[in-house]
């Protein structure tokens, strides 16, 4: 798979809060060429059917290989939990998902095995979390807690906020009283609110799911000899609706500016 190396990475996301995760493939694979695909017309997935995420996540994965991808990275909690399967037995190329990275990475940090994971409604309730950890064969209890409020508050922009202060203490609370001894930030939004979230919950541990997906893909590129060793790699992104401050919110999540961006149109698959 030599001939590969220099094929991009594509990544998908509902909207995009998946530049958090490319934020970070950029750091650890600064020579990586990535396709970012955020399907920003029919956000946000967690609200949607099964059926209907599972027919998107689809979608997207067919864009992203029509444009040459070598391995598809799921930048998407709710696809994660309920489309991974289905797109890795539909693939001739790899896929990997957010979600068994950060599990992993919270089973090395954990020693009380008292384990809090914090995302949408959608990927909370999806029992995908328990069903990863179950096939690491963990011995843990892992304590649930539903954000949805979160999201929007990260795209509006108010990372510091009294209001998200406040908020973040209303759904956290329950997690300190359990006295859990590590998180895991299971959203790609959450990272942004990692200072406001440490400040409530103090000296445990914090996994940040979007750098560990990083860090195992690395791992996985090296192996299958994919792995681009220049010096920048490019990045282009797609999306599928340009709203009115989408620049500014993915410059927020992508930690740098957004020079190649277009909109592009699914229909059809």
């Not at 991009?8 to 493939?25: A, R």
């Not at 959203?187 to 996994?207: A, E, Q, R, W």
Request: glycine content about 10%.
């Amino acid at each position: 798979m030599e001939q590969l190396s220099d094929a991009p990475i594509g990544v998908f996301d509902s909207g995009i809060g998946g530049l958090t995760v490319v934020k970070e493939i950029r750091k650890i694979l600064p020579g990586e060429n990535i396709i970012y695909l955020g399907d920003t017309a029919r956000l946000p997935y967690g609200t949607k059917s099964t059926e209907a995420i599972i027919q998107f996540s689809l979608e997207n994965t067919r864009f992203l290989i029509s444009r040459g991808a070598k391995f598809i990275v799921i930048a998407c909690y709710s696809s994660t939990s309920v489309a991974l399967d289905i797109i890795q037995k539909s693939c001739h190329i790899p896929v990997m998902g957010v979600i068994k990275p950060g599990v992993k990475k919270v089973l090395e940090l954990s020693t009380t095995g008292r384990i809090g994971v914090i995302g949408t409604t959608l990927t909370i309730y999806s029992g995908a979390y328990e069903k990863a950890f179950r096939e690491l064969d963990a011995q843990c209890e892992i304590l649930g807690r539903a954000c949805p409020l979160l999201v929007p508050l990260v795209e509006e922009g108010w990372l510091d906020h009294p209001a998200t202060e406040l908020i973040i203490g209303s759904y956290l609370q329950p997690l300190k009283d359990d006295d859990i001894d590590t998180l895991l930030l299971g959203c790609t939004h959450f990272p942004l609110l990692m200072d406001s979230i440490k400040k409530f919950m103090g000296p445990i541990n914090y996994v940040d799911a979007s750098r560990e997906v990083g860090v195992e893909l690395a791992e996985r590129l090296k192996e299958l000899k994919m792995y681009n060793q220049a010096e920048r790699g490019s990045l282009s992104i797609y999306l599928t609706d340009l709203s009115m401050n989408f620049k500014e919110i993915g410059e927020r999540f992508l930690g740098e500016p957004m020079k190649d961006f277009s909109r592009i149109s699914l229909k059809g698959g």
